[in-house]
């Protein structure tokens, strides 16, 4: 019995590949767009999944990645991704959580976890892309979650 699943993802490069490189990486996943000068590739594709394949297929490309995530829906809405960290992939799994069923964050060490997390999340691409101070950002992401009534 086949599995299905689709994924999308953003990975960004070490350094500049060679030709012979990038054939490498073009040919383990599909690229819908390489950006040379930010060395940012986005990908997407849905097909038949197999878990020790895709492992298999992750770190083929472990030489080349400084930093990404690749995102996976199955056939079944079942969600997981992988995430690029310390020079290894790693799996998560993942939920959806409705609006209302969000939690209502009183206590602020909770708050302050959370919105340290979210920073966490955007990872490597924010601060290396986004040149901004943190301290503006953390003030913004309690704004945001105040207005959504997750923070009280």
Do not use: H
Not at 41 to 53: G, H, L, R
Not at 124 to 148: C, F, G, P, V
């Amino acid at each position: 019995m086949s599995y299905y699943a689709r994924w999308s993802g953003n990975l960004k490069l070490k350094q500049k590949p060679s030709q012979d490189e990038l054939s490498q990486i073009f040919s383990l996943i599909t690229v819908d767009y390489y950006d040379e000068s930010s060395l940012r590739i986005e990908t997407s594709d849905m097909k038949k999944y197999d878990e020790a394949e895709t492992e298999a297929m992750l770190e083929k490309l472990v030489p080349f990645i400084a930093s990404g995530e690749l995102d996976y829906t199955g056939e079944d809405e079942a969600r997981w991704r992988y995430v690029f960290k310390d020079g290894r992939w790693e799996e998560e799994q993942g939920v959806i959580i409705y609006e209302s069923e969000l939690p209502v964050l009183k206590d602020k060490t909770r708050q302050e976890n959370l919105i340290n997390r979210i920073i966490d999340m955007l990872g490597e691409y924010a601060r290396t892309e986004i040149d901004s101070d943190w301290t503006e950002i953390k003030e913004q992401l309690t704004n945001i979650m105040t207005e959504a009534k997750i923070f009280q």
